[in-house]
């Protein structure tokens, strides 16, 4: 097998969940690990699990005080019926494998200057939107669940693009700690990749294959009224205009025609009623 062929196999070994509802959590967390490790189940019972502990820590005050109603009203504050999960759920579904977060714009961790490359995964955070951005062998992978694909990051630019992030209003989070053992690894330790296409956005996918489908559509049609005689546009406007124009003439001796015929029957109509 050839190198590009490896280097392939090596980019397809590469676990990444795309996008479905708004799991990405879920999906950030599996992209993280590389594996099926977590579904909307298991990260559902850890946000019923803190919310629990939230209500408990609230009746300390007493069950009748107005804080503990008030909260009691409240929906949770770790999960929603979209999928959406808290950082809370994410740090402690993490804190089962050892793995910690660490806020990588905070002043603590900026005083350590540790250069980005030297760090093993990032967990990037933008509103309700969570992705993973993660070195696997010796290179750099964006695994955001919303690409076709993973996108690989080169050193030199791994610094600029969380700095982008973080300008566009992302929290970036370091993860410390080690990360489970994943195939992926293990095979871009010994050869490296190369990306000849990035991946798209998955709906600026769906909207160029639909977008192919409409004009293979049209083609299809141009060639079945030419009949694969490679009609000039030219001729195929005059032929239009000679339709027209003859479909015009039908429908006036049609007139023509109609009119003896209604005038004949109107007398019959008149010769009865007599």
Request: charged share 25%.
């Amino acid at each position: 097998m050839g190198a590009v062929g490896s280097r392939q196999i090596n980019m397809e070994s590469i676990f990444h969940e795309k996008q479905e509802g708004s799991l990405c959590a879920q999906h950030c967390l599996n992209n993280l690990l590389q594996g099926e490790y977590f579904s909307p189940v298991e990260s559902s019972s850890i946000a019923h699990q803190l919310d629990e502990e939230e209500r408990m820590r609230m009746a300390e005050g007493g069950v009748t005080s107005e804080d503990y109603r008030t909260f009691l009203q409240q929906p949770s504050g770790n999960m929603d019926d979209s999928g959406f999960f808290s950082i809370q759920v994410i740090s402690n579904a993490l804190k089962v494998w050892g793995l910690e977060l660490i806020l990588f714009n905070s002043p603590e961790y900026q005083r350590l200057r540790i250069d980005p490359i030297n760090e093993r995964s990032f967990i990037c955070n933008y509103k309700e939107h969570w992705f993973t951005v993660r070195k696997l062998g010796k290179q750099w992978f964006n695994l955001n669940s919303l690409l076709t694909g993973p996108e690989l990051i080169s050193d030199t630019y791994l610094a600029l693009f969380l700095a982008q992030l973080q300008q566009e209003g992302y929290s970036i989070f370091v993860v410390k700690g080690d990360l489970p053992d994943c195939e992926a690894d293990q095979l871009l330790q010994m050869i490296r990749v190369q990306q000849t296409h990035q991946p798209k956005l998955i709906g600026e996918e769906l909207a160029q294959l639909k977008e192919q489908r409409v004009q293979k559509t049209d083609l299809e049609h141009v060639l079945e009224v030419n009949d694969g005689t490679g009609m000039l546009e030219e001729d195929e406007e005059e032929l239009q205009r000679a339709l027209a124009l003859s479909r015009q003439e039908i429908d006036m001796e049609d007139e023509e025609a109609d009119l003896p015929r209604a005038i004949q029957l109107s007398m019959q109509g008149t010769s009865r009623n007599r």
